[in-house]
């Protein structure tokens, strides 16, 4: 087993703030559901910043703020219902289930990837991508960054391994070539901002042929 991954402080304070990009958003939630201890570490940060909020000067509110609170509420009276999963993966962690997904588009060999139709950011948007066994990506960097979150399976770098839960973070400056160390296909959600870059003479010869 490998050692726990996790997001970047950085990255879980700017969650817990609510200004994480959208897509990078839904890859935290994802890794979240999977390792509540951290869920919990999270909702104390967003419990100290509701405590700073309260402790803040009162600011005036529109003369008819009231009345559009109400009419809201009024609106959304009735039998509260539990949302019903928007997509056929029943494994997915459960901030997954809330969105559609894309029809599975073949990347190469025991290689595919599916959308997943969360909020985008610019070129930042979130995939599902899965490897099967003893596959590896072919060796990439990034042009900007992608956030990887490991939902079922194993793979490893050239100097880690990521298992279930685990998180990686890579950017422009990270050139890696995961490859699936599991018995089954490796399964990931992945924020992605913008397209991988191949590197090598003979990956640029495939990169047209490369898109996620």
Not at 21 to 33: D, G, I, R
Not at 42 to 69: F, K, T
């Amino acid at each position: 087993m490998s050692a726990r991954h996790n997001p970047s402080e950085e990255r879980l304070l700017a969650y817990a703030a609510g200004t994480l990009s959208p897509p990078e958003a839904v890859v935290v939630a994802a890794h979240l559901a999977m390792r509540p201890e951290n869920d919990a570490w999270v909702r104390q940060l967003q419990a100290v910043g509701g405590r700073l909020l309260d402790e803040l000067e009162p600011a005036a509110m529109p003369d008819d703020a009231l009345a559009r609170v109400l009419a809201r509420a009024e609106a959304d009276a009735g039998q509260a219902l539990a949302s019903t999963p928007l997509n056929d993966m029943a494994g997915l962690p459960e901030p997954l289930r809330r969105y559609a997904l894309g029809p599975w588009r073949w990347l190469g060999p025991g290689m595919r990837a599916r959308d997943v139709h969360a909020p985008r950011d610019g070129d930042c948007r979130v995939i599902l991508l899965e490897i099967g066994p003893g596959r590896e990506t072919p060796k990439h960097t990034h042009g900007g960054v992608e956030l990887t979150c490991v939902i079922h399976g194993a793979y490893a770098t050239e100097t880690e391994r990521f298992d279930v839960g685990d998180f990686e973070e890579a950017d422009t400056e990270v050139l890696h070539q995961p490859r699936v160390v599991s018995p089954d296909p490796c399964l990931c959600v992945v924020a992605l901002d913008g397209q991988i870059q191949l590197d090598g003479w003979l990956g640029k010869l495939i990169q047209p042929f490369i898109k996620l």
